[in-house]
Nanobody, 115 residues
Framework: QVQVVESGGGLVQAGGSLRLSCAAS????????MNWYRRTPRKKRELVAS???????TYADAVRGRFTTSRDNAQNTGYLQMVSLKPEDTAVYYC?????????WGQGTQVTVSS
């Protein structure tokens, strides 16, 4: 059984930092692309970061330079480090593990940035 679990969300003041974790079980973590999405009530789901098995990463323009992904394949865990947070970063953040047709999602973790 595959499980993807995010953690690390919370309430932070603007300018602060958070690190989200994505723990996956039941998959060969190192072979999967790790995507981080976010969703707000007003916006569609947005891809904010993508971390490929080969180590390449991409970021949405809105977060580039402030968000950084990393992964510990031995621990089957990935991370999204977020610094200089802004109120517009407030959203539910989801981890997506993707390998071809194998597509697994976590339940999301709420990030709230107060001004």
């Amino acid at each position: 059984q595959v499980q993807v679990v995010e953690s690390g969300g919370g309430l932070v003041q603007a300018g602060g930092s958070l690190r989200l974790s994505c723990a996956a079980s039941g998959i060969a973590f190192s072979f999967y692309r790790m995507n981080w999405y976010r969703r707000t009530p007003r916006k569609k789901r947005e891809l904010v970061a993508s971390d490929a098995p080969d180590g390449s990463t991409t970021y949405a323009d809105a977060v580039r330079g402030r968000f950084t992904t990393s992964r510990d394949n031995a621990q089957n865990t990935g991370y999204l480090q977020m610094v200089s947070l802004k109120p517009e970063d407030t959203a539910v953040y989801y981890c997506n593990m993707l390998n071809g047709p194998r597509d697994y999602w976590g339940q999301g973790t709420q990030v709230t940035v107060s001004s």
